[in-house]
C-alpha cells in the first residue's frame, strides 16, 4: 500500500481510495500528449505495478516524461532500474529539510534513503534531479545548508513556500511570514484575488485520477472537493474505460458547460455560477517555486 494511503485508509474506514489505472487509459493519454507529469495527488505514481513499463513506453513514444515522487517505499535497485528504463525523464523528489528531518511532514518516509536514490540518479538520467524542499517550521533554519548539500551532489534545489495553512490543524509546521505566503484559509475560502482557471488558461492541461476519471485539472481531486454535485457529475461521467477516446470525455455536456462556467467567470471576475471547489482551487495561490540557478 502506498505510504500515503494509509492517512486515507484511516479517515475514510477500510476502503482504500482509488486504484491502479488500466495501461489502455495510460497509452491514450501517451497517444493524446507529448508531455505527461506522473505525480501524486492522492497517492505515489511509483507504486504503479507497471510504473518501469509506462515510462518505456513514453520514450518509445517520445512523450516527455517529469516524475514527481516522495516515496521511499522501493529497493535502491529498483529506482536505479526505473532511471535506465527512461534516461531522458525528469524526475522530482519531495524531500521536504535536511535528509534526516523530511519524515517530520512526509509521514513513513526515509529521507536518508531518499537523497541517496537522488545522488544514483545524476549517475543515470540525462537530466539533473530535482530536490523540492517546501518549507516548513522544522526546516527553515537549514535551507542553506540543504541548498549546499543539493550543489555538493549536482542537484537542483527548488525552494517551495506555500499557502496551504489551516489555522488549528498546521500551526505545527507553518514558518515565518517571510517563509510561508499571505493566504490562511479553512476548508471554505472567500477571497478578493483574481479567479483565474488554469484549465482555461492552459486547454491541454488535464488531470487523470487513481479512479480512471479525466478532469480539468488535479486540484479538484479530493474526497472533499467531489461531494460538491457539479464536480462529482463531471468526475462520473469522465471514466475513462468508458470512452473510445479522452475527446468522447471533453465535449461531453457536463465539461462543455463547466468550461462555460468559467470562461464567463474568468473574463466577468463574477464567481457566483461557479462551483466552490474551482474557485477555492483557481482564487488563490497556493506554493510559490524558487528555482536556484
Known sequence: MCQRQIYFKGKFGNKVWGGDLPMRSIEMLADKFKYISLGGQLSDPIHYPK??????MCKEKNVEVLVQTASSYRPEEWYIKAFKANPEANW?????????????????????KLFRVMCYATKHLQTIPIWQYIVFKYNEDH????????????????LMKASRWIEGRTDHL?????????TTHGEL??????????????KDCMAVTNRNQLLPCCYIDNPHFLENSTIKKLAESSDISKHNSLE????????????????????????KNVPWPCVHSCSQEHRRAEWEK
Open 174 to 182: 507553518k514558518p515565518s511570514e517571510e517563509n510561508s505566503l499571505d
Open 248 to 271: 468522447d470525455i471533453t465535449n461531453n455536456k457536463e465539461w462543455v458547460e463547466l468550461k462555460r462556467i468559467l470562461q464567463e467567470a474568468s473574463e466577468s471576475q463574477d464567481v
Open 51 to 56: 510504473f518501469i513499463e509506462v515510462l518505456k
Open 143 to 158: 535551507i542553506e545548508e540543504a541548498k549546499k548539500l543539493a550543489k555538493e551532489n549536482r542537484l537542483r534545489f527548488v
Open 92 to 112: 522530482q523528489f519531495g524531500l521536504d529539510g535536511l535528509p534526516s528531518e523530511s519524515h517530520k511532514y512526509r509521514t513513513n518516509q526515509d529521507g536518508e
Open 189 to 202: 475560502v472567500t477571497t478578493t484575488k483574481r479567479f483565474k482557471p488554469v484549465c482555461i488558461e492552459d
